[in-house]
């Protein structure tokens, strides 16, 4: 089983960053996939954007030219770093990771929240 543990988040200014971190553990070598999701207050789970473990990403369009999602393999660490910050993008970020055979794990979710 893998855990997830996110952090980063926090309280910014329209126009602003936020890096967020999650760092993997337990069974990580059957990791094959690995995303950020977030929820805003009254929707839905979306997916923001993910990496594959030979680094393709992809992005929700709203994200795109703002956000970057990285991994550090070394340190079992994903990253999204968040720029040009918008109120519509406050939410709970949750880490995300897919294995091989399907596994599903998550993280606890880490609040982001921008103030216009």
């Known amino acids: 089983q893998v855990q997830l543990a996110e952090s980063g988040g926090g309280l910014v200014q329209a126009g602003g960053s936020l890096r967020l971190s999650c760092v993997a553990s337990?069974?990580?070598?059957?990791?094959?996939?690995m995303a950020w999701y977030r929820q805003a207050p009254g929707k839905q789970r979306e997916l923001v954007a993910g990496?594959?473990?030979?680094?393709?990403?992809n992005y929700v369009d709203p994200v795109k030219g703002r956000f970057t999602i990285s991994r550090d393999n070394a340190k079992n660490t994903v990253y999204l770093q968040m720029n040009s910050l918008k109120p519509e993008d406050t939410g709970v970020y949750y880490c995300?990771?897919?294995?091989?055979?399907?596994?599903?794990?998550w993280g606890q979710g880490t609040q982001v929240t921008v103030s216009s």
């Open positions: 995300n990771s897919r294995t091989s055979r399907g596994g599903l794990s």
């Open positions: 337990g069974f990580i070598s059957g990791i094959n996939f």
């Open positions: 990496i594959t473990t030979g680094g393709s990403t």
